[in-house]
C-alpha cells in the first residue's frame, strides 16, 4: 500500500486479555518503530527494528510487552495480561533506512486500545 | 538521554492571524529536530525538519520553524493560519550520533492549535 496500515483501528480488551496489534510499514523500509500515546501524552518510543532485527527495545514498559517482524516487513505488538494502564493509541512508524540519516519517518493512523 | 518541552498545552487563535508554538530541548548530543502534526484520528505527519546548514526551515503549508542552538529551541511558527490548521502539533528530537539506531524519536507534549473565526 501507499502508507503505514495498522490493524486493527480500535481494540477493546478485557482486563487480563492478551491483544496483538499489526502493522505493514511501506514496502521496502527497513527501520520499523513501535510507539506508545497515552491520552493527552506525545508519542513514546517503545522498540525498533532493523529488518527482521530488534535493535532496541528500551523503551518496552514491562516483560508482558513483546514485539516481532520475524521477515523483516509486518510487525506485531503483543501485550499479554492486559491492564488498564495500557490503554493508549499504539503507533508504528517505518523509514527507508537503516541509519540516522537524512530519513522520514511515516507514521500509520495507529490502533486505539482500551482495556476495560 | 533527551527531553522535550512544549510549554503551551494549548493555543487559541483567530483565522489569518499570526501563531508561534514554542519548543525547547535538553540534549546532551547533537540532536536533528522535527515538527509534527496529527489531525483527528490520523497518524502524525512531518510538518519539517532540522538536520544541519541553514536554521531557518520551510515546510508544509505554510509553516517554518527557526532553530536557535544558543537558547535550545525550534519555534514553529505561521503568519496567518487557516480554520484547517487546527490540530495537535508535536516537537520531537532525534539523536545525530545513532549508528544503528534508527530515527528514534523523543516527542514532546504537544500542543493543541485551535484557530477560531
Known amino acids: 500500500g501507499a502508507g503505514v496500515s495498522q490493524s486493527p483501528r480500535y481494540k477493546v480488551a478485557k482486563r487480563g486479555q492478551d491483544v496483538a496489534l499489526r502493522c505493514d510499514p511501506i514496502?521496502?523500509?527497513?527501520?520499523l518503530f513501535w510507539y506508545q500515546q497515552a491520552l493527552g501524552q506525545g508519542p513514546e518510543f517503545l522498540t525498533y527494528?532493523?529488518?527482521?532485527?530488534?535493535?532496541?527495545k528500551s523503551g518496552l514498559p514491562s516483560d508482558r510487552f513483546f514485539a516481532e517482524r520475524p521477515e523483516g516487513s509486518v510487525s506485531t505488538l503483543k501485550i499479554q495480561r492486559t491492564q488498564q494502564e495500557d490503554s493508549a493509541v499504539y503507533l508504528c512508524?517505518?523509514?527507508?533506512?537503516?541509519?540516522?540519516?537524512?530519513?522520514?519517518?511515516?507514521f500509520g493512523q495507529g490502533t486505539r486500545l482500551t482495556v476495560v | 538521554a533527551q527531553s522535550v518541552t512544549q510549554l503551551d498545552s494549548q493555543v487559541p487563535v483567530f483565522e489569518e492571524a499570526p501563531v508561534e508554538l514554542r519548543c525547547n530541548y535538553s540534549s546532551s548530543v547533537s540532536v536533528y529536530l522535527f515538527w509534527y502534526v496529527q489531525y483527528p484520528n490520523q497518524g502524525l505527519q512531518l510538518l519539517l525538519k532540522y538536520l544541519s546548514g541553514s536554521t531557518l526551515v520551510k515546510g508544509i503549508n505554510g509553516f517554518e520553524a527557526e532553530f536557535n542552538k544558543s537558547q535550545t529551541s525550534f519555534h514553529l511558527r505561521k503568519p496567518s493560519v487557516h480554520i484547517s490548521d487546527t490540530a495537535e502539533y508535536f516537537c520531537?528530537?532525534?539523536?545525530?550520533?545513532?549508528?544503528?539506531?534508527?530515527?528514534?524519536?523523543?516527542f514532546g507534549t504537544g500542543t493543541q492549535l485551535k484557530v477560531e473565526l
Open positions: 527494528f532493523q529488518n527482521e532485527a530488534q535493535l532496541d
Open positions: 512508524a517505518s523509514s527507508p533506512a537503516g541509519r540516522n540519516l537524512n530519513t522520514e519517518a511515516f
Open positions: 520531537a528530537v532525534s539523536d545525530r550520533g545513532l549508528t544503528g539506531g534508527g530515527n528514534k524519536l523523543t
Open positions: 514496502s521496502g523500509h527497513v527501520s
